[in-house]
């Protein structure tokens, strides 16, 4: 079964530094999509970034990249010079086929809880 | 755009009521989906739904019923509720029929209590 670990429960930044949160994935697929969302106090869900499998480039959006190494099956986000407005919570997914019906479905981690520090 | 919009934002309920979440998408999106999320649990799929007509279920479908009559509305029904429904809904829809690609983009969530 597809699995996702996010295995940092709470992070720490200092403002206007770069953090990293680490997420790795077990699958059997060849194609897949690996997305990052935040979610702030708030409660939304955010989308920020998104790595196909087959990309061979590493994706970046902003302040925002990934750090994917396929062969390891980790997808770190990099999220560079860290505002106040970044703590949130910060959950990686994967999306992959289900072969039941034919369609995919969106797996999620448990989430790393970011706090930027002034 | 009004996106993803999800009816009401609150709702407590005692255990045996019966509710209907309501979710609705105004972007033409094929697949739209339910999640729940607990604390410390991250998202889990309850079901989905691949076009009008065409439902599934996801992780987690024990005591909910969807339906899709249209493409813009995703309903998901508790037919008895119960505490362990207590949670954050997710109402998510995404363009295609969840192709790798494809980004999910989330409603604002429902919180529920079930007293």
């Known amino acids: 079964a597809q699995k996702i670990t996010q295995t940092q429960p709470g992070m720490f930044v200092q403002e206007k530094e770069a953090v990293t949160l680490d997420c790795t994935y077990d699958?059997?697929?060849?194609?897949?999509?690996l997305f990052w969302y935040k979610q702030p106090s708030s409660g939304e869900m955010i989308f920020l970034i998104y790595?196909?499998?087959?990309?061979?480039q590493n994706a970046t959006e902003g302040r925002y990249s990934l750090n994917f190494q396929k062969a390891r099956k980790s997808t770190n986000l990099v999220i560079s010079a860290s505002q106040l407005g970044d703590s949130a919570m910060y959950f990686c997914?994967?999306?992959?086929?289900?072969?039941?019906?034919?369609?995919?479905?969106?797996?999620f981690g448990k989430g790393t809880k970011l706090s930027v520090i002034p | 755009n009004a996106g993803v919009t999800q009816t009401p934002k609150f709702q407590v309920l005692k255990t045996g009521q019966s509710m209907t979440l309501q979710c609705a998408q105004d972007?033409?999106?094929?697949?739209m989906s339910w999640y729940r999320q607990d604390p410390g649990m991250g998202l889990r799929l309850i079901h989905y739904?691949?076009?009008?007509?065409?439902?599934d279920q996801g992780e987690v479908p024990n005591g909910y019923n969807v339906s899709r009559s249209t493409t813009e509305d995703f309903p998901l029904r508790l037919l008895s509720a119960a505490p362990s429904q207590t949670s954050v809904y997710f109402c998510?829809?995404?363009?295609?029929?969840?192709?790798?690609?494809?980004?999910?983009?989330f409603g604002p969530g429902t919180r529920l209590t079930v007293l």
């Open positions: 997914a994967m999306i992959f086929a289900y072969s039941g019906a034919g369609s995919y479905q969106l797996t």
């Open positions: 790595q196909g499998s087959y990309d061979e």
């Open positions: 998510a829809s995404s363009p295609l029929a969840g192709r790798s690609t494809d980004t999910q983009y």
């Open positions: 699958t059997s697929d060849q194609s897949y999509g």
């Open positions: 972007m033409n999106h094929e697949y």
């Open positions: 739904s691949v076009g009008a007509g065409i439902t």
